[in-house]
Structure formats: structure tokens, C-alpha cells
């Protein structure tokens, strides 16, 4: 049986996150240093490995005082006993 997998689920709650007000999440590719950047749009979810290094860039000026919002779902998915296919755990 093959060991499990941890993964992450980064939700984007705001209802209204005009592009203009900045804050994507930056992931960092390590092997070539570089950058992807991912709008925080209403409604995406972005999946992940836990150890992949990112971290949330500051809203711009537009964006004013109103707050960004998201959530962070820590998953584990299992191996099924029959191949190395995982699955979510129940």
C-alpha cells in the first residue's frame, strides 16, 4: 500500500475582487526560481501540495481597506488498497 498524500484546497471567498485590487497568491517552482501567480477570482479553487511554497501578495491601493478572504482546506488522500490510484479519505 502506497503512502498518503497531503494536499491543500485554497478557496477564494470574496464576492467581488476586481483584478485592479491586486493580492494574487504567488507559487514558487523551486527547481527554476520561478513565479506563477494566481488571481484571487471569486469562487476558484486552487489545489496544491502542502510542502509547494506560496505566499499572498499585499492588495494594491484600489483594493482601499476592504479585506481579501479565503480558506484553506488540508486534505489527505489515500491510496487504495487495490492500486496506487488515491482517493479522499472518508
Known amino acids: 500500500r ?17 483584478s485592479d485590487f491586486g493580492a494574487p497568491t504567488e507559487f514558487l517552482d523551486p ?5 506563477v501567480r494566481v488571481a484571487p477570482a471569486p ?10 511554497s506560496h505566499r499572498v501578495v499585499a492588495p494594491t491601493a484600489a483594493a482601499g481597506t476592504r479585506p481579501r478572504y479565503s480558506l484553506v482546506l488540508k486534505l489527505v488522500l489515500h491510496p487504495s488498497s487495490d492500486d496506487a490510484t488515491a482517493r479522499f479519505a472518508p
Request: aromatic share 12%; net charge negative; glycine share 10%.
Open 31 to 35: 527547481p527554476t526560481g520561478e513565479t
Open 43 to 52: 469562487g476558484r479553487v486552487v489545489f496544491l501540495d502542502q510542502d509547494v
Open 2 to 18: 502506497g503512502k498518503p498524500r497531503f494536499v491543500s484546497a485554497l478557496v477564494y471567498l470574496s464576492p467581488d475582487w476586481p
